[in-house]
């Protein structure tokens, strides 16, 4: 069973920035690629950002290109998040998943991630 945890959301104002983490044990994590999503209330799960295995290609949503970075260590087998100039626009909670089909070329959608974390909120206050 696959596990993964996300933590380092909270409350910020916006403009304010926060670093997500997505930590999990075990090869799977390690050997796929890895995405965030989030979900505002009311709404479907969005595809936010997405890393490859090993780093060297990642995919974001529009709305936050230029704003957020992910990034991966292999050695503490995180993934992080770093949210920059952060709106309220960005409440939302948001999860992490991997997807062991596409380790090296990233999909930018909800489809084909799997094993959720249990999320982390943001909110980001006017």
């Known amino acids: 069973q696959v596990q993964l945890e996300e933590s380092g959301g909270g409350l910020v104002q916006a403009g304010d920035s926060l670093r997500l983490s997505c930590t999990s044990s075990g090869r799977t994590f390690s050997s796929s690629a890895v995405g965030w999503f989030r979900q505002a209330p009311g709404k479907e799960r969005e595809f936010v950002a997405a890393i490859s295995r090993f780093g060297r290609i990642s995919e974001y949503q529009d709305s936050v290109k230029g704003r957020f970075t992910i990034s991966r260590d292999t050695a503490k087998n995180t993934v992080y998040l770093q949210m920059n100039s952060l709106t309220t626009e960005d409440t939302a909670v948001y999860y992490c998943?991997?997807?062991?089909?596409?380790?090296?070329?990233?999909?930018?959608?909800?489809?084909?991630?799997?094993?959720w974390g249990q999320g982390t909120q943001v909110t980001v206050s006017s």
């Open positions: 998943a991997v997807d062991r089909q596409r380790q090296y070329n990233p999909r930018g959608t909800v489809d084909g991630y799997e094993y």
